[in-house]
């Protein structure tokens, strides 16, 4: 009974934690855009992240190795050391698009500058990462986020036309401009499919120090966590497509994200919308500073972990403070937080191939999975999907530059 | 010891030692023939490891490298497990360093 009990709260916390300020932007803006056609590319996304992020859990819950352990295992120093340097770039520039995201969010809820919210951000991550431990810091940002499930019956105020709804599941493309269409598939996959989620997800497994007890958590966690997760990115490019394409309003500022449950259920609804924003944001911007920390210490075989403590794993501590510390840099210059967004969201799904592909050989090698390899299923989906991130991966900047970012 | 694949499942693995602390990675190996003599750990390592490892040897700071000689291993499981401390084996220096600076911020032990 306990452990049903932790296993449901570990689910509330994933499906809270499961939307970042890559989700918002481009499920908003790809609803507004092109309506309901894009569900399936949501869809295709959270599929991805299931698959892997059960697959790196279940490497860390039998072989203690979190995601860049493997990484150097397998791709050696030199490809290692490209991956990882291209996992940092990421893993910053995602944190000053979250960090950017939370001080937006304060900024609509309570007034005063953005640049004074930058820095209330950056300082109250900090301490919470020096001073929470870990396994509360996933809770509390993770129920936070729920406020998010506002959106839910947000959609169902907006009467939106469920059969068009419906055929948004089968990939088609009815108007628009197709390079457009693309480089919103290539968002949406790549916000789902984010690479920082997998470096968090399996580090986490190993700082919570799973076992193969813990394979049903791990399981249920990926799978019913994610796909709860999804319901909201679903929630979020409905009410875009409902709301903003008749009117043909393109979202570009973070507040008309929020404007979608402001218009079905008002004010109360805002305000939830926002915390909820705040908190996912603010659970994402904490995953992507540790993630930097994490990748980095295990490339260099460093001690690393929150279960460590702060003076236990000294570079590691330093190595999350940096991370903020850069975030806060790049944000405060004033760039523009939705474009960062697309930046990282765009440059991670190039990072994805050699990301998954190391997770994949161990998950098959016997010596480090014993009984515990993968299956004939989890093959067929991690090839497929390892294809899917490679076809993304190459498409990705020829679709941006074509668009340019999506504007044309 | 049984056999070991040396390129799949020693080299980059991870250093762990006698009270199960992280010091490092098997950057490289010294052979003498075909026998292991000593793992090394650090930038001289690195420096055995291609253009892009000599790079960050040379853009690196701190000790060259330290040398364990094979006989301190104890086990090769899922990580390299080692029969002495780190300290020891003048291995996780960099940590080392580091805590003092981490250690003069309060609340350091949370």
Sequence with gaps: MKTLFSIALGILAAIGGYVDIGDLVFNTTAGATFGYQLLWAIVLGVGGIIVYAEMCGRVAAVSNR??????????????????????????????????????LALELLFGHSYQLFIAVAVLGLALVLWAMPFEWIERVFGYGGLCLLVLVPAVFKLHPDWGEVAKGFAPHLETGNVPLYLYYVVGLVGAGMTPYEVYFYSSGGVEEEWTPKDLTTNRLNAIVGYCLGGILSFALLICAGALFLPRGISPELLGSVALVVQSPLGPIGLILMLVGIAFAVSGAAIDTAFSGAYNIAQFFGWEWGKYRHNAGAPRFT??????????????????????????????????LPATYLPILLVANDRAYMGQYRNQRLSNLLGIFYLGVIVLVALAAIPLMIITNMGTQ | MSRIDL??????????????????????????????KAIVSGRSGWAGRGRLGRLTAWLARGPRAVLVPWDEVRAVDDAVRLRKTAGELRLGRGDDRARQLVERIPGSGL
């Excluded at chain 2, 693995?13 to 199960?20: A, E, M, P, R, T």
Aim: charged share 15%; aromatic share 6%.
């Design chain 1, 318 to 351: 330093i190595a999350w403070i940096v991370m903020l510390v850069l975030a806060f840099a790049i944000v405060i210059t004033g760039v523009n937080p939705i474009q960062v967004t697309e930046f990282a969201v765009i440059f991670s799904v190039v990072a």
């Design chain 1, 66 to 103: 979190a995601v860049f352990d493997v990484v150097r295992e397998r791709l050696g120093f030199a490809v290692g050391l490209v991956t990882l340097v291209g996992a940092e770039l990421v893993s910053l520039l995602t944190l000053a698009a979250e960090v950017g995201g939370i001080a």
């Design chain 2, 7 to 36: 390129a799949l499942g020693i080299l980059d693995h991870q250093l762990i030692d006698s009270q199960g602390r992280r010091c490092g990675k098997v950057d490289d190996l010294e052979l003498d023939g075909l026998d292991v």
